[in-house]
């Protein structure tokens, strides 16, 4: 059984298009995460939900809008595709304080 | 920047050699913690180590930490070709804050 599932693997999509990637964990973790990694291979937290409410919100451009139906739900929405948002996308989750991240295998979007 | 340094950025050895990663963070932590990320995959929590501890081990590997500098290092003995991927420290600090190094590409040549 895949622990962090995300959803699809790869997306192909035009400039100004709005795309929306999908996250779900099967770990009882409470708390999700969005990353992204860009080309250098740096991570950057993007969102953190702890039990379905907003705990981290990153410098992100407000065209990047998380959702979290449940605890065992995170998704990502993109409105307004800009080439720079390129990069593979991560989500994770944890369970408790000490922030250990079970990760997805990442959704590469490629903005064209 | 706010990311935590790592060194070195890439790092080539033969199969059976030691491997020793060195990273620098900025931040008070709570804990730190070390990921292997294998090319096109996500990453996979290796060791955490807590502000409280020197010192740590699992298996191959060994985790150092010096509060004082700022400071961790991951050794893996005995290198094997499967251990060819990119690790990433992470520092742990407040509460869900988390700051990535800036990893390090290791090579193991069979």
């Known amino acids: 059984d895949t622990a962090v599932s995300q959803t699809p693997k790869y997306l192909v999509t035009q400039m100004g298009n709005d795309k929306s990637i999908k996250c779900e964990q099967n770990l009882g973790h409470d708390t999700m995460y969005w990353y992204k990694q860009d080309s250098k291979k740096f991570l950057k937290i993007m969102f953190s939900y702890n039990n379905k409410e907003l705990i981290i919100n990153e410098t992100v451009p407000n065209r990047f809008s998380p959702k979290s139906p449940d605890k065992a739900h995170l998704n990502l929405h993109i409105n307004s595709l800009e080439l720079g948002d390129s990069a593979v996308y991560f989500c994770a989750s944890s369970l408790g304080t000490s922030g250990v991240h079970t990760f997805g295998s990442g959704t590469r979007l490629t903005v064209v | 920047s706010q990311q935590g340094e790592e060194d070195p950025q890439a790092l080539s050895i033969q199969e059976g050699e030691n491997a020793t990663m060195n990273c620098s963070y900025k931040t008070s932590i709570n804990n730190l913690q070390w990921y292997r990320q294998n090319s096109g995959r996500g990453l996979v929590h290796l060791i955490l180590i807590r502000s409280n501890e020197r010192e740590k081990h699992s298996g191959r590997l060994r985790v150092t930490l010096d509060t004082s500098k700022k400071s961790s290092s991951l050794l893996i003995t005995a290198s094997r070709a499967a251990d060819t991927a990119s690790y990433f420290c992470?520092?742990?600090?407040?509460?869900?804050?988390?700051?990535f190094g800036t990893g390090t590409r290791l090579k193991v040549l069979a």
């Open positions: 992470v520092e742990t600090s407040g509460t869900y804050k988390y700051i």
